[in-house]
C-alpha cells in the first residue's frame, strides 16, 4: 500500500533508487559516477550574497532616481511640500508595515516602495537643504551615509560587534522605543504640542544623533540577516525581504545624517 504522506513518499522513493542502484552492473556505476554533477533546481533558487546585491541595488536604483526627479521638479520649497512630506512618509511607513509583517517579497510591491520612498526622500532633502541654506548638505548627507554602512559593514566583518541574541534584543527594544517616542511627537505636532524629537531644535539634535546610532546597529542586524539566510539555504525570493530592509535602513541612516547638517548648519 502507498503512503499518502508526502514525508514518507519521499522514503519510499529513495529505497526504490537504492534498489535500482544495487542491480545495475559494475560498467553502469562507473559511468554514473564519472558523470558531471548538475545542481538541481532546489539548490538554483537558494539565496546568494549577489541576489542581495543585485536586489539591494534596483531597489536603491530605484529610490534614487524618483529622489532625483521629486528634487528637480518640485521647485522652490512652498508650503504645500510639508504636506506631501508627511503625506509620503505615512504611505511608506504604511507599505513598510505591511512588507515587514507579512514578509512580502513580491518585486512589485518593494520597488513601488522604494518609489514611494524615493519621493519622501527627495522632498525631505529639499526642505532640509533650503533651512542649511545649502544643498550641499545633501551630497555630504550621502557620503556619510556611504561611510558609515561602510564601517559597520567592515565592523560586523571582523567581529567588533557581534550580532549575538542579546544584542539583537537591545537594538529591536531600543528602536521600537525611539520609533514610539517620534510617533508621539508627531501627534503631539498634530495639535501644536510637539516636544521637539523630530524637530530642528536642540532636542531635535540629540534624537538625530540617537537616531544614527540606532541604524548604523540596524544595519548589523540586516548583515547577520542575510548570513543567516544564505547560512540556512533561503529561497533566492528571500533577497527582496533582505534588499527592502537594506533600504529601510540606510534612508532612515540618511536622513537623520541630513537632519544633523541641517540643524547644525541652520544655527550659522
Not at 510639508?82 to 511608506?92: D, K, N, P, R, S
Not at 533650503?130 to 551630497?139: F, K, L, Q, S
Not at 542579546?166 to 537594538?171: G, Q, W
Amino acid at each position: 500500500m502507498q503512503s499518502k504522506n508526502p514525508v514518507f513518499r519521499r522514503r519510499d522513493a529513495f529505497q526504490s533508487a537504492g534498489y535500482s542502484a544495487s542491480s545495475m552492473s559494475s560498467e553502469q556505476l562507473r559511468e554514473m559516477y564519472e558523470a558531471p554533477s548538475y545542481a538541481g533546481p532546489a539548490s538554483r533558487d537558494r539565496m546568494t550574497l549577489d541576489d542581495v546585491v543585485a536586489r539591494t541595488a534596483m531597489t536603491l536604483g530605484t529610490l534614487i532616481v524618483v529622489a532625483a526627479a521629486t528634487w528637480y521638479l518640485s521647485g522652490p520649497v512652498q508650503a504645500s511640500h510639508f504636506g506631501l512630506l508627511i503625506g509620503a512618509a505615512l504611505v511608506g511607513m504604511g507599505l513598510g508595515f505591511v512588507i515587514g509583517l507579512k514578509h512580502v517579497t513580491n518585486p512589485a510591491i518593494i520597488l513601488i516602495y522604494a518609489a514611494v520612498e524615493g519621493v519622501f526622500v527627495g522632498l525631505a532633502s529639499k526642505v532640509l537643504s533650503a533651512y542649511a541654506g545649502d544643498d550641499g548638505i545633501v551630497m555630504q548627507a550621502v557620503l556619510g551615509t556611504m561611510c558609515a554602512s561602510a564601517a559597520m559593514l567592515a565592523m560586523y566583518k571582523f567581529k567588533v560587534i557581534r550580532v549575538t541574541a542579546k544584542f539583537k534584543r537591545f537594538v529591536v527594544a531600543a528602536t521600537l522605543g525611539f520609533f514610539l517616542l517620534v510617533m508621539v511627537n508627531f501627534v503631539l505636532g498634530l495639535f501644536g504640542a510637539s516636544f521637539g524629537a523630530s524637530g530642528l531644535g536642540g532636542l531635535g539634535l540629540v534624537f538625530a544623533i540617537i537616531g544614527v546610532a540606532l541604524a548604523c546597529f540596524n544595519l548589523m542586524l540586516d548583515f547577520d540577516y542575510v548570513d543567516q539566510g544564505i547560512a540556512a539555504g533561503a529561497p533566492s525570493k528571500d533577497a527582496w525581504f533582505a534588499a527592502f530592509g537594506l533600504t529601510v535602513t540606510l534612508v532612515w541612516l540618511y536622513i537623520e545624517l541630513l537632519r544633523i547638517l541641517a540643524i547644525l548648519r541652520g544655527g550659522d
